[in-house]
């Protein structure tokens, strides 16, 4: 006898319920009437044998409406969204049959999309197609698929069946299921033409919650929150050990490994699921968003919910509100969305009651600033860091009497983010003055104890911990974001509140942010180190100052050996001078003793006529006096060339004298030099000392100076080495001209002893006239002396030319010292100018890099111009020969326009190019919008590129195109 009829909806849990089916009554039992060719025997209402029980498969509750009254009806339903979409992935990925031209074989061979399969006759409200008018409150058991395990549980209390095993049966095959899933969710587009064709279904399913709600005597308001839920926690990651247990593995300071996880949590002792849909997480929203929704479930009063910050919407079903079924008012004064009023907490009249507030991570960041990424708060140099509490006392006050309010908020230490404040017990304390009463506040901790590193896991642990535990615990330290969070829930306990905001503010401590208060550490070490180089310097430029001090004297002290040596060179071309008037003399000398050897020899001619024999000795003696007249007018010669020398190196020694005067000016003006050297030194120390502020460019400066100063120092250390080569050869010139002076009075001593000898030639030379006999003697004499006096000569000549040489040596020192001089002055001069050319340089290479980044971004926008040129100009020829010649030209060219701005991330140019499209579109609004998304994903398969479909219809431009731009009498898709 047949006791259960099971009406077996496509995706429905069906195959699970007919797993728990056979535990109870055997598969011999059941008959399964499906269409395809698996049952045994197809039987005819009538037909079916007394054995069986149970009658579960694929068909209408008509098919056995008039056969065994007696018989428990049962079916289960889904959300018809949902279950469209996991029947379209599930057929889609079924072994592909030859020759197939049904439904499953076209979805198999892609030759329809989503929205054309459920726009099929067969599909469309495929709920009610089921059920065939039949009233819900008429079947014995209706039962969800969202709640499978709780309903399961009630039917067999129900029916008194033994205890069961439930595994998951004919799982989706589809390897992407949750990836298509969520695309296919998250298109905003599909997902109202799909409620508007099944608009039948969603109110069949919205009654089914409402009959669910009466036999549990639960909520029918809670009902859609906890379906869409439970989707999120067991659709997106079906059941998979969920009561495995945590083992840790360390990994690291900042968490550790996962190998296995527990699921749930505990808070105020009872088990909570974690959150584990990826949006905005891993964060405390694991946790917070769990305790949000069991708040919402065991609410007594939910007629008036008001959520401060839109939270929550962002993790339950995403057509709640296209359905209407989520009856809370959500407030957010930034975020733009569907559902959401962009209003001021703080703006709200307190007439304004609410039987239940929640507010997730939000009140935090009221009256604070901009986040970094600039998403939301606003830009304000004026912040009230107490703004948090009084958004919570704002909270307090819309609450109506009896009325519930949960608040979460990071806590630890009193920490100021500039974009938020991290609460602590003692800020949490100041609640008190702004009037709420200490039995109106019950607040418990969280804190996160571990979390798993791996990239993309949900996986974290959170234990309820006390809070005085919680004293030291940071913000984005040892895990990102809280590491431990308050929940603070409010009864509303008398309606004779005032809520008063004008109270002084409280003096508090606020850290700043952790990674804040390390960096600013290092800084502090960074300038520490920066003022000891700057004090290392100091010293240095003492030092060095100290020994230009010293090169001063040392220049001065040469100065004055200069000046020296130019008076002993003055005293000695003085003395040259009187040595050529005593060389005059003697040349005048020697012609009178020529003078008178020529009267000896008339003399001689006279006493030869008288005396032939003597004439001719005398004529021997003329001979030999005209020879030795000759060697006189050779030595006169030798003489007067001397004298001439005498001249030429006087001259020399007086420009020698110039160039020393000169040599001198220029050594004045290198130490001036060196002195404005040393003032641009000390003006550079003070640069120096002012760039400490800019801690960068203080480095760079500080290196380049002191590269600088050590070159400055060799090079003053060259100059130092030059100066003393130069007192060393100044000592050897000195020592050079003494000896020079010495030869010269020698050369006197000779010259006087010559006039000597030549005087007492004279006095022989007149003895010879008077004893002629006595004259070859004397004249022998004579010619002895004259030997010795030309030998005397030779010497004076060889002494002449070493004092040439000497002075020309002396001339060249000059000039070399000359040179060295030169040199000091252009490595002073180069020195001078090192720092300006490399301060220069450093502006130069900034201002040539900042015109070739502004270059390479011309050259890159115009190379994007030209490929997008291209781009355009090969769409434009590809699309003239395409054989879609329903599509105009300038409408496929827009389409384009808007997908190439899309891809270059110009959201504002793709929605004016698609607006455009709207003017020649040959389409509905609706069926436009489907193909906007056909042909992006098109373009972006073509150009080898993943369309992000989510990031797209969730852009404010898009959600502004559908709001305005679709307006024109035809179904708007609304956006959530």
């Known amino acids: 006898?047949?006791?259960?009829?099971?009406?077996?909806?496509?995706?429905?849990?069906?195959?699970?319920?007919?797993?728990?089916?056979?535990?109870?009554?055997?598969?011999?039992?059941?008959?399964?009437?499906?269409?395809?060719?698996?049952?045994?025997?197809?039987?005819?209402?009538?037909?079916?044998?007394?054995?069986?029980?149970?009658?579960?498969?694929?068909?209408?509750?008509?098919?056995?409406?008039?056969?065994?009254?007696?018989?428990?009806?049962?079916?289960?339903?889904?959300?018809?969204?949902?279950?469209?979409?996991?029947?379209?992935?599930?057929?889609?990925?079924?072994?592909?049959?030859?020759?197939?031209?049904?439904?499953?074989?076209?979805?198999?061979?892609?030759?329809?999309?989503?929205?054309?399969?459920?726009?099929?006759?067969?599909?469309?409200?495929?709920?009610?197609?089921?059920?065939?008018?039949?009233?819900?409150?008429?079947?014995?058991?209706?039962?969800?698929?969202?709640?499978?395990?709780?309903?399961?549980?009630?039917?067999?209390?129900?029916?008194?069946?033994?205890?069961?095993?439930?595994?998951?049966?004919?799982?989706?095959?589809?390897?992407?299921?949750?990836?298509?899933?969520?695309?296919?969710?998250?298109?905003?587009?599909?997902?109202?033409?799909?409620?508007?064709?099944?608009?039948?279904?969603?109110?069949?399913?919205?009654?089914?919650?409402?009959?669910?709600?009466?036999?549990?005597?639960?909520?029918?308001?809670?009902?859609?929150?906890?379906?869409?839920?439970?989707?999120?926690?067991?659709?997106?990651?079906?059941?998979?050990?969920?009561?495995?247990?945590?083992?840790?593995?360390?990994?690291?300071?900042?968490?550790?490994?996962?190998?296995?996880?527990?699921?749930?949590?505990?808070?105020?002792?009872?088990?909570?699921?974690?959150?584990?849909?990826?949006?905005?997480?891993?964060s405390e929203r694991a946790v917070e968003v769990s305790i949000g929704f069991n708040w919402l479930i065991d609410l007594q009063n939910s007629d008036r919910v008001l959520e401060v910050g839109n939270v929550l919407s962002r993790y339950e079903s995403s057509l709640g509100e296209q359905m209407g079924v989520i009856k809370r008012r959500i407030i957010d004064k930034f975020e733009i969305d569907i559902g959401v009023d962009n209003e001021d907490l703080m703006t709200l009249e307190s007439e304004e009651k609410y039987d239940s507030i929640v507010s997730i991570s939000t009140v935090e960041h009221i009256g604070q600033g901009l986040d970094p990424r600039g998403a939301y708060g606003e830009s304000t140099e004026i912040r009230d860091l107490e703004s948090p509490l009084k958004a919570i006392a704002k909270i307090y006050d819309l609450l109506a009497i009896d009325g519930k309010a949960l608040i979460t908020v990071p806590f630890g230490v009193l920490t100021d983010g500039g974009w938020y404040i991290q609460f602590s017990a003692q800020y949490l304390a100041l609640l008190k003055k702004y009037g709420i009463p200490g039995e109106a506040i019950r607040t418990s901790f969280l804190k996160l104890i571990n979390r798993d590193p791996t990239k993309d896991s949900v996986k974290m642990l959170w234990g309820e911990i006390e809070e005085i535990e919680l004293s030291n615990v940071e913000y984005n330290h040892p895990f990102p974001f809280a590491n431990a969070i308050a929940v603070i829930e409010l009864s509303k306990l008398s309606k004779n509140f005032q809520l008063n905001l004008k109270v002084e503010p409280t003096s508090l401590y606020y850290h700043m942010p952790y990674e804040t208060r390390i960096e600013l550490e290092q800084y502090k070490v960074q300038l520490h180190q920066i003022q000891g180089e700057l004090e290392q310097y100091k010293v240095l430029m003492h030092q060095t100052q100290g020994e230009l001090e010293q090169y001063k004297v040392l220049m001065h002290q040469a100065q004055s050996q200069l000046a020296q040596s130019q008076l002993q060179l003055h005293q000695t071309q003085e003395e040259l001078e009187q040595s050529q008037s005593q060389l005059h003399q003697t040349q005048e000398e020697l012609e009178q003793s020529q003078s008178q050897l020529h009267q000896t020899q008339e003399e001689l001619e006279q006493s030869q006529s008288q005396h032939h024999q003597t004439q001719e000795e005398l004529e021997q003696s003329l001979s030999q006096h005209h020879q030795t007249q000759e060697e006189l007018e050779q030595s006169l010669s030798q003489l007067h060339q001397t004298q001439a020398v005498l001249v030429q190196s006087q001259l020399d020694l007086h420009q020698t004298q110039e160039e020393l005067e000169q040599s001198q000016s220029q050594l004045h003006q290198t130490q001036e030099e060196l002195q404005q050297s040393q003032s641009q030194l000390h003006q550079t120390q003070a640069e120096l000392e002012l760039s400490q502020s800019q801690l960068h460019q203080t480095q760079a400066e500080l290196e380049l100076s002191q590269s600088q100063l050590h070159q400055t120092q060799e090079e003053l250390e060259q100059s130092q080495s030059q100066l003393h080569q130069t007192q060393e050869e100044l000592e050897q010139s000195q020592s050079q001209l003494h000896q020079t002076q010495e030869e010269m009075e020698q050369s006197q001593s000779q010259l006087h002893q010559t006039q000597e000898e030549m005087e007492q030639s004279q006095s022989q030379l007149h003895q010879t006239q008077a004893e002629l006999e006595q004259f070859q003697a004397q004249l022998h004499q004579t010619q002895e002396e004259m030997e010795q006096s030309q030998s005397q000569l030779h010497q004076t000549q060889v002494e002449l030319e070493q004092s040439q040489s000497q002075l020309h040596q002396t001339q060249v020192e000059g000039q070399l010292f000359q040179s060295?001089?030169?040199?000091?002055?252009?490595?002073?001069?180069?020195?001078?100018?090192?720092?300006?050319?490399?301060?220069?340089?450093?502006?130069?290479?900034?201002?040539?890099?900042?015109?070739?980044?502004?270059?390479?971004?011309?050259?890159?926008?115009?190379?994007?111009?030209?490929?997008?040129?291209?781009?355009?100009?090969?769409?434009?020829?590809?699309?003239?020969?395409?054989?879609?010649?329903?599509?105009?030209?300038?409408?496929?060219?827009?389409?384009?326009?808007?997908?190439?701005?899309?891809?270059?991330?110009?959201?504002?140019?793709?929605?004016?190019?698609l607006k455009e499209s709207l003017k020649c579109t040959p389409f509905s609004a609706t069926e436009t919008v489907l193909k906007w998304l056909e042909s992006f994903a098109q373009f972006s398969s073509e150009k080898g590129y993943h369309l992000d479909t989510n990031s797209l219809i969730n852009s404010a431009e898009w959600k502004e195109l559908m709001r305005r731009g679709l307006h024109n009498g035809k179904s708007v898709i609304p956006m959530h």
């Open 1 to 282: 006898m047949v006791e259960l009829i099971a009406v077996h909806v496509p995706k429905t849990a069906g195959a699970t319920f007919q797993s728990a089916l056979e535990q109870v009554y055997g598969s011999q039992h059941i008959y399964y009437d499906y269409l395809d060719a698996s049952r045994p025997k197809v039987y005819k209402p009538h037909e079916i044998p007394s054995q069986i029980r149970v009658i579960n498969g694929h068909f209408s509750v008509s098919k056995y409406e008039s056969f065994f009254p007696e018989a428990k009806r049962i079916i289960w339903l889904r959300h018809p969204i949902y279950l469209l979409v996991s029947l379209y992935f599930y057929w889609r990925y079924l072994p592909l049959q030859k020759g197939d031209n049904t439904i499953v074989g076209k979805i198999q061979q892609s030759k329809i999309g989503i929205y054309e399969f459920a726009t099929q006759p067969e599909l469309r409200n495929i709920l009610c197609q089921n059920t065939c008018g039949k009233m819900l409150k008429d079947f014995y058991f209706v039962g969800v698929q969202e709640f499978f395990r709780e309903d399961l549980l009630d039917l067999k209390t129900m029916l008194g069946w033994p205890e069961l095993t439930v595994l998951q049966e004919n799982i989706n095959p589809n390897p992407k299921y949750q990836e298509d899933l969520q695309n296919v969710l998250s298109n905003k587009t599909i997902i109202s033409k799909l409620v508007e064709n099944n608009r039948q279904d969603i109110e069949l399913y919205e009654e089914a919650l409402s009959l669910r709600a009466k036999r549990r005597q639960e909520s029918s308001f809670l009902q859609p929150i906890i379906a869409g839920w439970n989707r999120a926690q067991y659709q997106l990651s079906p059941f998979k050990n969920p009561d495995s247990q945590v083992d840790l593995k360390r990994t690291g300071k900042r968490g550790a490994k996962m190998t296995k996880w527990k699921k749930t949590f505990l808070f105020q002792g009872k088990e909570l699921y974690y959150n584990r849909i990826p949006y905005n997480n891993p």
């Open 820 to 913: 060295q001089l030169h040199q000091t002055q252009e490595e002073l001069e180069q020195s001078q100018s090192q720092l300006h050319q490399a301060q220069a340089e450093l502006q130069q290479s900034q201002s040539q890099l900042h015109q070739t980044q502004a270059e390479l971004q011309q050259s890159q926008s115009q190379l994007h111009q030209t490929q997008a040129e291209g781009e355009r100009l090969q769409f434009q020829g590809a699309r003239v020969g395409d054989s879609d010649l329903r599509l105009p030209l300038d409408y496929k060219l827009l389409v384009w326009e808007a997908w190439h701005a899309h891809h270059n991330g110009d959201m504002k140019a793709m929605a004016h190019f």
